[in-house]
């Protein structure tokens, strides 16, 4: 099992920034890519940005150009800078770790949320 735990939610003016982190702990080994994902009130959960363990981004076209996630292989975490904030931001940001054996998809781990709020 893989625990992880976020932190670096709150509340921001819009254009204003945030920094996110996510460390995990536990069977880390077996973790693959880790990203951001997050979740609107009415809305279903949708992907923000994903790193691999070799570094390879991928980023919610919304997202791009204004955030930047960033993975610590040696301190077990991943981060995501936010610039450039919109209300449409406003969302809980869930932490996300792929787990792997071997080349075998094992589930995923997620960490329990962190509110970002955005006001206009």
């Known amino acids: 099992q893989v625990q992880l735990v976020e932190s670096g939610g709150g509340l921001v003016q819009a254009g204003g920034s945030l920094r996110l982190s996510c460390e995990a702990s536990g069977s880390i080994f077996s973790i693959n890519a880790m990203g951001w994902y997050r979740q609107a009130p009415g809305k279903q959960r949708e992907l923000v940005a994903t790193i691999t363990r070799g570094g390879t981004t991928q980023y919610a076209d919304s997202v791009k150009g204004r955030f930047t996630i960033s993975r610590n292989n040696a301190k077990n975490t991943v981060s995501l800078q936010m610039n450039s904030l919109k209300a449409e931001d406003t969302a809980v940001y869930y932490c996300?770790?792929?787990?792997?054996?071997?080349?075998?998809?094992?589930?995923?781990?997620w960490g329990q949320g962190t509110q970002v709020t955005v006001s206009s």
């Open positions: 996300n770790a792929v787990r792997y054996s071997g080349a075998f998809y094992v589930g995923d781990s």
